[in-house]
């Protein structure tokens, strides 16, 4: 029934691991988007996938690579792990051809030690 | 630049009392604008939305918003708060065209209800 679904919920891992989040929409949705959620509650952007096709891509390092198998995932895999990757990850789908609100996953609480 | 400034980092309200948080934007052409809320421990929610027309929108929960384009402005308000209205409140903006674009965040507003 949920509409954006994420796993893990949790993730607490050692730094240099390897660790992939995924997300998934039954919305219908064209877009999906990663967001990180830093301590203080700061929300940027990370990527954009438009049918499956890379279309946001902020300055974010090469350790964090995006694929999207079809347009109704979008799966987060991050290299090499650091500290200041510790965050709060969410995934969020919209409607492309529309008004752009919008759906946010539960978020994936990262923690590195 | 694209931006959005939510002046007020943390506000403290007693119940009952009128709620005001600032939002002011800075984005090139026509904006969709939004206000998101996030309970403690919980993923962001849509509180509401303004695309065109009628510039004052209600949203859930009692909350409204006014757009004032001639001050890049969409405030939230609220003439009542209860303890249940602790939480995060985000107020974003985004470009009004046919393509996906990416939403731009405020930084937050915490705000906190003393019982």
């Known amino acids: 029934d949920t509409a954006v679904s994420q796993t893990p919920k949790y993730l607490v891992t050692q730094m240099g691991n390897d660790k992939s989040i995924k997300c998934e929409q039954n919305?219908?949705?064209?877009?999906m988007y990663w967001y990180k959620q830093d301590s203080k509650k700061f929300l940027k952007i990370m990527f954009s996938?438009?049918?499956?096709?890379?279309?946001i891509n902020e300055t974010v390092p090469n350790r964090f690579s995006p694929k999207s198998p079809d347009k109704a995932h979008l799966n987060l895999h991050i290299n090499s792990l650091e500290l200041g990757d510790s965050a709060v990850y969410f995934c969020?789908?919209?409607?492309?051809?529309?008004?752009?609100?919008?759906?946010f996953g539960p978020g994936t609480r990262l923690t590195v030690l | 630049a694209q931006s959005v400034s939510q002046h007020n980092h943390h506000v403290i309200l007693s119940e009952a009392a009128s709620l005001e948080l600032g939002c002011n934007y800075s984005?090139?052409?026509?904006?969709?604008l939004f206000w998101y809320v996030q309970y403690p421990g919980q993923h962001l929610q849509l509180l509401l939305k303004?695309?065109?027309?009628?510039?004052l929108v209600k949203g859930i929960k009692g909350f409204e918003a006014e757009f004032i384009k001639s001050k890049f402005s969409f405030n939230l308000r609220k003439p009542s708060v209860q303890w249940s209205d602790t939480a995060e409140y985000f107020c974003?903006?985004?470009?009004?065209?046919?393509?996906?674009?990416?939403?731009?965040f405020g930084s937050g507003t915490r705000l906190s209800i003393r019982p």
């Open positions: 919305l219908g949705h064209d877009t």
């Open positions: 974003a903006v985004n470009g009004r065209r046919s393509s996906a674009s990416k939403i731009i």
């Open positions: 984005y090139g052409g026509t904006v969709n």
């Open positions: 969020a789908s919209s409607q492309s051809s529309g008004l752009n609100e919008q759906f």
């Open positions: 303004y695309f065109s027309g009628d510039p």
């Open positions: 996938y438009n049918n499956k096709e890379l279309i």
